[in-house]
């Protein structure tokens, strides 16, 4: 399985990017994707998440209104669209796949066993 994830660069404050992810050799409807994102000096922290089974999603309370993850199942590609940027969204963000669909463990890390690369987003005031 590899996840290659694009999408990430500069933009400003207030200001929208989309993500994507891109899957081969699994899909995004069995289990549980998530996209995730490190700041320098921070710990990895969840960002939202989106359920194989059912489609339901999970969002982090710092993007929550902002933030919208989708998948199409045709291309195996995962999307985070991000609108309303504000500077402390600033991090490498990564997506994730996970062999199981639970709810429950949707913002757990150690739940996925495949990432992605990793895509920096800066936002500047």
């Known amino acids: 399985v590899q996840l290659q994830a694009s999408g990430g660069g500069l933009a400003q404050a207030g200001g929208s990017l989309k993500l994507s992810c891109a899957a081969s050799g699994r899909t995004f409807s069995g289990g549980n994707a998530g996209w995730f994102r490190q700041a320098p000096g921070k710990e990895r922290e969840f960002v939202g998440g989106l359920r194989g089974s059912g489609g339901a999603t999970v969002y982090a309370d710092s993007v929550k209104g902002r933030f919208t993850i989708s998948r199409d199942n045709a291309k195996s590609t995962l999307y985070l669209q991000m609108n309303s940027l504000k500077p402390e969204d600033t991090a490498v963000y990564y997506c994730?796949?996970?062999?199981?669909?639970?709810?429950?463990?949707?913002?757990?890390?150690?739940?996925?066993?495949?990432w992605g690369q990793g895509t920096q987003v800066t936002v500047s005031s």
């Open positions: 994730a796949t996970a062999p199981r669909g639970i709810l429950s463990t949707l913002a757990i890390p150690s739940s996925y066993d495949y």
